[in-house]
């Protein structure tokens, strides 16, 4: 079993940047798949991005393409996502998510039913 924190989120204009950090405990970090979901008020919760335990692989999804940067280190347990170019649009509870095993290549891990384990939760606001 693994426990997620978010953290980093806040308010930023449009055409800002911030950095979330998804800190985890409990098992080996490594032997997750990583992801990352938002969710607007009213709206379901949507993938953002996944990565592989290595990191070597990552999905994205088209709307944050080129705008955000999902990244991990397992040495330190910790999972992040920069995100530029933000958009008022992008206002949302983002949650970081963890699968106990590989990322897989059916594109599960764009579903959040792939996910075992979830963190809290951080809200990112962001003013036009």
């Known amino acids: 079993q693994v426990q997620l924190v978010e953290s980093g989120g806040g308010l930023v204009q449009a055409g800002g940047s911030l950095r979330l950090s998804c800190a985890a405990s409990?098992?080996?970090?490594?032997?997750?798949?990583m992801g990352w979901f938002r969710q607007a008020p009213g709206k379901e919760r949507e993938f953002v991005v996944a990565i592989s335990r290595a990191g070597i692989r990552t999905y994205y999804a088209d709307s944050v393409k080129g705008r955000f940067t999902i990244s991990r280190d397992n040495a330190k347990n910790t999972l992040y996502l920069q995100m530029n170019s933000l958009k008022p649009e992008d206002t949302a509870v983002y949650y970081c998510?963890?699968?106990?095993?590989?990322?897989?290549?059916?594109?599960?891990?764009?579903?959040?039913?792939?996910?075992?384990?979830w963190g809290q939760g951080t809200q990112v606001t962001v003013s036009s």
């Open positions: 998510a963890a699968h106990d095993g590989g990322l897989g290549y059916s594109g599960s891990a764009y579903t959040t039913g792939f996910y075992d384990y």
């Open positions: 409990g098992r080996t970090f490594s032997t997750y798949a």
